[in-house]
């Protein structure tokens, strides 16, 4: 929970897996400092079990002290996360 990092996460790029707007640079989540929650969860259902994850995102640029932006995620983090996870126990 609420972890902070800036630029790429294993090499990807932060728009790819959040949407903060834009700047006159491009993409804010490529050059914001962008807080994230990431909570997975495994939930019960009658073929086994299920993984839901939940991305929460703001951006907030580092040469301000201006509030923060709200971020919306795109998808692709959690798609990582559920095939790394499915890799990972064989699935």
Do not use: N, W
């Amino acid at each position: 929970r609420r972890f902070t990092k800036m630029y790429d996460i294993a090499g990807v790029k932060l728009s790819k897996y959040v949407g903060c707007g834009s700047s006159e640079t491009g993409p804010t989540a490529d050059s914001y400092r962008i807080t994230m929650s990431i909570i997975s969860r495994v939930i019960p259902s009658p073929e086994g079990s299920r993984i839901d994850t939940e991305l929460t995102a703001t951006a907030q640029d580092p040469g301000t002290s201006k509030g923060s932006l709200s971020c919306t995620s795109l998808g692709g983090l959690e798609q990582r996360i559920h095939a790394l996870t499915a890799k990972h126990l064989g699935a």
